[in-house]
Nanobody, 122 residues
């Protein structure tokens, strides 16, 4: 059974930086990524990364500010966030698709972490 555990969230001022981590236990065989859910909004996929460590999707809202990376030996992915904005405030979720590829997303069956709060103040 796959389990995903996020860490590294917190509160920062606008323009600040944070780095999130997600440790995966169990057999994560392919792509992983991050999504977020802001208050009153639906969960949104932000970035994904292949098993080999190549980023394969970035949402336009974070493309120039967020960087995803992967430590295959430790089975950990990271999300480096810079130039944070108040609209980045959300619960951030680590995600791994049941299919193994970000191209086939089934949110109700995919693996999700419990989420971690990121708050950006103006």
């Amino acid at each position: 059974q796959v389990q995903l555990v996020e860490s590294g969230g917190g509160s920062v001022e606008a323009g600040g930086s944070l780095k999130l981590s997600c440790e995966a236990t169990g057999a994560v065989i392919g792509d992983m990524g991050w999504g977020r859910q802001a208050p009153g909004e639906q969960r949104k996929f932000l970035v994904t990364i292949s098993k080999s460590g190549e980023a394969n999707y970035y949402d336009d809202s974070v493309k120039d500010r967020f960087t995803i990376s992967r430590d295959r030996a430790k089975n950990v992915i990271y999300l480096q966030m810079i130039d944070l904005k108040p609209e980045d405030t959300a619960v951030y979720y680590c995600w791994a698709p049941l299919s193994g590829t970000y191209k086939i997303m089934t949110p109700e069956y995919d693996y999700w972490g419990r989420g971690i709060q990121v708050t950006v103040s103006s």
